[in-house]
C-alpha cells in the first residue's frame, strides 16, 4: 500500500513509549531466573491479539477441519505441560507455500501448509510445534521488545533521511516487521531444546525433529520471497546433530516408554492437501495477472516481480523504481474511494476523471505526494501516483502506482497500460485452473524412489523436489505397500 506520510512526531512517540514502559524484573518460567523486561504477560497477550488479524490479512487462513482439529488438540495438550500453561494458546494454518512455523507473544502460533507438506509423520510436527510453544514459554519476544522499540526509532528517521526507504516505506515496515520473528541463535537453541522436551513429554520420538533439519538442509538454496524457516533459524545441519543428541537423553530417562512416530496417520490426514502456490487467488502467466474467483485480469509489465497476498497485489519493478498496488478500495462509490485514497495519504490532487475501461465506470486520478523536510532538513523526494478505481460487481477495484515525480514520465505509460487493460476474465481456461495437491499412494510394487515416480509420471525436472517433500533420496528402495506422497491436481 502507499505509505502514510511519517513525521518526527512518531518517532518522538516511540522514545517515549520506550521512557514510559520502564525495566521491571519478570520471571522466566523455562530458566527460573529474574530478567530485565518491559513487557508484561498482559502485554504480551494484547500483543499477540493485534498481530493475529494482521497475519491473517496478510497470508490466508487455509480451511481444512481434519488438520485444524489436529494441531488444535496437539497444541493444547502440549501448551498444557509447558512451562506457561496458563496462556490463552491459538494454532492456525496460514494459506501460504512457504515453508515456515512461527509464533507471536501471548500464545499464537501459525504454520503455513507449505510446512505441513513437508512434514511427514506426527512427531516431526510435534518437534516443530514444541519448539515455537518454547519461543512464547521462554519470552524470546519479550527479550526482544526493548531491541524492536530502538529499531522502530531508527526506522523512522530512516524513513524520513532515505529517499529509497521513504518511497516505500510501508514495505519496508512489514520487512521489519517480519525480521522481529526471527530470534537470536541462542533462542534458537534453547527452543530447540524446548522441542525435544515438549515433544517428547507428550509421547513423541523427538529424533524425528532432528529429522526434519535434513529437509531443510536439502531445501537451502531454493527459498525465495518472505523469510522461511531456511532464513530465520540456524544451520539445519548443525542443528541435526544436536537436537538428535538432546532427544537421546530425554528417552534415556524413560527408556521402557514407547515413543510415537505415526507416519500413515498424518499423511493420509495430509492427503489432498494444496501444494505449492494456489492460482485459485490469482497467479502470472502470459505476461498477465489472472485472478480465476474475482474474475479479472490485467498486464504485469516485462520483468517486473510479482507479490500476491489476500490484502493486495503488488508489482515492483526491478530496480526499485516504482510500484503498482491493485487492493480492494474504501468508500462506497469511486467518488469517495478516490477522496478517502487523497485524504489518507495527505496528497495534492492534480486531477481526477470519470472514464469507461473495458464496460467498468472507473476513475482515472493523478496526485502528488509533496516533499517533506524533516527537524534535520533531511527531505524526501516528491512522489507522483497515477490511480484508476474500477465498480465492479458492487466492489471497488483499484490500482495506483507510485515513482518519484522525477521519474513520472519515464513510468507513466506503463501505469497506464496495466490500468486502461483491467478487464473481466471471461476465458475459460484460466478460470478453471487447479492447484497442485499432495497425493499419497500406496507403492504396490517395490522399486527405487526414481522409477515409481516415472511411474506417476512425475517430470524429471520435479523429481527431487518431491523428494525432498518425501525426507528421501531417489535412489532409496522403497518397499510395495509403503505410502509415499506425489503431487498432482
Known amino acids: 500500500?502507499?505509505?502514510?506520510?511519517?513525521?518526527?512526531?512518531?518517532?518522538?512517540?516511540?522514545?517515549?513509549?520506550?521512557?514510559?514502559?520502564?525495566?521491571?524484573?519478570a520471571y522466566n518460567p523455562v530458566t527460573g531466573k529474574k530478567e530485565l523486561s518491559l513487557m508484561s504477560t498482559k502485554q504480551e497477550i494484547e500483543m499477540g491479539k493485534s498481530y493475529d488479524p494482521q497475519v491473517v490479512a496478510q497470508y490466508g487462513k487455509y480451511e481444512n477441519a481434519e488438520m485444524q482439529a489436529f494441531i488444535n488438540e496437539k497444541g493444547k495438550e502440549m501448551a498444557a505441560i509447558s512451562h506457561r500453561p496458563e496462556l490463552p494458546y491459538e494454532f492456525k494454518i496460514l494459506d501460504s507455500p512457504i515453508v515456515n512455523a512461527f509464533a507471536?507473544?501471548?500464545?499464537?502460533?501459525?504454520?503455513?501448509?507449505?510446512?505441513?507438506?513437508?512434514?511427514?509423520?506426527?512427531?516431526?510436527?510435534?518437534?516443530?510445534?514444541?519448539?515455537?510453544?518454547?519461543?512464547?514459554?521462554?519470552?524470546?519476544?519479550?527479550?526482544?521488545?526493548?531491541?524492536?522499540?530502538?529499531?522502530?526509532?531508527?526506522?523512522?528517521?530512516?524513513?524520513?533521511?532515505?529517499?529509497?526507504?521513504?518511497?516505500?516505506?510501508?514495505?519496508a515496515q512489514t520487512s521489519m516487521g517480519l525480521l522481529f520473528l526471527r530470534f537470536s541463535r541462542s533462542n534458537e537453541s534453547e527452543s530447540d531444546k524446548l522441542g525435544v522436551?515438549?515433544?517428547?513429554?507428550i509421547g513423541y520420538d523427538a529424533k524425528e525433529m532432528a529429522n526434519f533439519f535434513n529437509t531443510l538442509k536439502r531445501m537451502r538454496g531454493d527459498a525465495e520471497g518472505p523469510p522461511t524457516m531456511l532464513s530465520t533459524?540456524?544451520?539445519?545441519?548443525?542443528?541435526?546433530?544436536?537436537?538428535?543428541?538432546?532427544?537421546?537423553?530425554?528417552?534415556?530417562?524413560?527408556?521402557?516408554?514407547?515413543?510415537?512416530?505415526?507416519?500413515?496417520?498424518?499423511?493420509?490426514?495430509?492427503?489432498?492437501?494444496?501444494?505449492?502456490?494456489?492460482?485459485?487467488?490469482?497467479?502470472?502467466?502470459d505476461g498477465k495477472f489472472f485472478h480465476p474467483e474475482l474474475k479479472f485480469e490485467y498486464p504485469v509489465p516485462d520483468n517486473?516481480?510479482?507479490?500476491?497476498?489476500?490484502?493486495?497485489?503488488?508489482?515492483?519493478?526491478?530496480?526499485?523504481?516504482?510500484?503498482?498496488v491493485l487492493r480492494l478500495a474504501q468508500g462506497q462509490n469511486l467518488e469517495q474511494a478516490a477522496q478517502q485514497f487523497v485524504t489518507d495519504n495527505k496528497l495534492n490532487l492534480n486531477s481526477s476523471k470519470r472514464k469507461n475501461v473495458n464496460g467498468f465506470d472507473a476513475m482515472r486520478l493523478e496526485a502528488v505526494q509533496?516533499?517533506?523536510?524533516?527537524?534535520?532538513?533531511?527531505?524526501?523526494?516528491?512522489?507522483?501516483?497515477?490511480?484508476?478505481?474500477?465498480?465492479?460487481?458492487?466492489?471497488?477495484?483499484?490500482?495506483?502506482?507510485?515513482?518519484?515525480?522525477?521519474?513520472?514520465?519515464?513510468?507513466?505509460?506503463?501505469?497506464?497500460?496495466?490500468?486502461?487493460?483491467?478487464?473481466k476474465l471471461t476465458d475459460q481456461s484460466r478460470i478453471n485452473v487447479k492447484p497442485d495437491r499432495v497425493k499419497v499412494?500406496?507403492?504396490?510394487?517395490?522399486?527405487?524412489?526414481?522409477?515409481?515416480?516415472?511411474?506417476?509420471?512425475?517430470?524429471?525436472e520435479k523429481m527431487e523436489e518431491v523428494a525432498i517433500l518425501n525426507s528421501m533420496e531417489l535412489t532409496d528402495n522403497i518397499p510395495a505397500g509403503m505410502l509415499i506422497k506425489v503431487i498432482g491436481e
Open 370 to 423: 509533496p516533499a517533506q523536510s524533516d527537524q534535520s532538513g533531511n527531505q524526501s523526494p516528491e512522489l507522483k501516483i497515477l490511480s484508476y478505481f474500477y465498480q465492479y460487481d458492487n466492489i471497488i477495484y483499484q490500482i495506483f502506482g507510485v515513482t518519484k515525480s522525477s521519474d513520472y514520465f519515464t513510468f507513466s505509460g506503463t501505469f497506464e497500460n496495466t490500468m486502461r487493460n483491467f478487464k
Open 104 to 171: 507471536v507473544p501471548g500464545g499464537y502460533v501459525y504454520f503455513t501448509r507449505g510446512i505441513m507438506a513437508h512434514f511427514n509423520n506426527e512427531a516431526e510436527f510435534a518437534g516443530v510445534l514444541g519448539h515455537e510453544i518454547g519461543h512464547i514459554t521462554a519470552r524470546h519476544s519479550a527479550r526482544q521488545y526493548s531491541k524492536q522499540i530502538v529499531a522502530q526509532a531508527v526506522f523512522v528517521g530512516g524513513v524520513i533521511a532515505s529517499k529509497e526507504f521513504r518511497n516505500y516505506a510501508d514495505i
Open 1 to 25: 500500500m502507499i505509505s502514510k506520510r511519517f513525521s518526527p512526531v512518531i518517532m518522538a512517540s516511540a522514545l517515549l513509549l520506550a521512557t514510559i514502559l520502564l525495566p521491571t524484573c
Open 197 to 201: 522436551e515438549y515433544s517428547t513429554r
Open 304 to 324: 517486473w516481480q510479482v507479490a500476491n497476498s489476500p490484502s493486495q497485489v503488488q508489482m515492483g519493478q526491478k530496480e526499485g523504481k516504482a510500484l503498482m
Open 441 to 460: 499412494i500406496k507403492v504396490t510394487n517395490s522399486g527405487t524412489l526414481q522409477n515409481i515416480f516415472r511411474s506417476y509420471n512425475i517430470p524429471n
Open 233 to 285: 533459524h540456524p544451520d539445519p545441519g548443525d542443528r541435526f546433530v544436536k537436537v538428535g543428541q538432546m532427544a537421546k537423553k530425554w528417552q534415556a530417562k524413560d527408556p521402557g516408554r514407547d515413543y510415537a512416530i505415526n507416519r500413515e496417520k498424518y499423511l493420509k490426514m495430509i492427503d489432498g492437501l494444496i501444494y505449492g502456490e494456489d492460482p485459485r487467488q490469482g497467479y502470472v502467466a
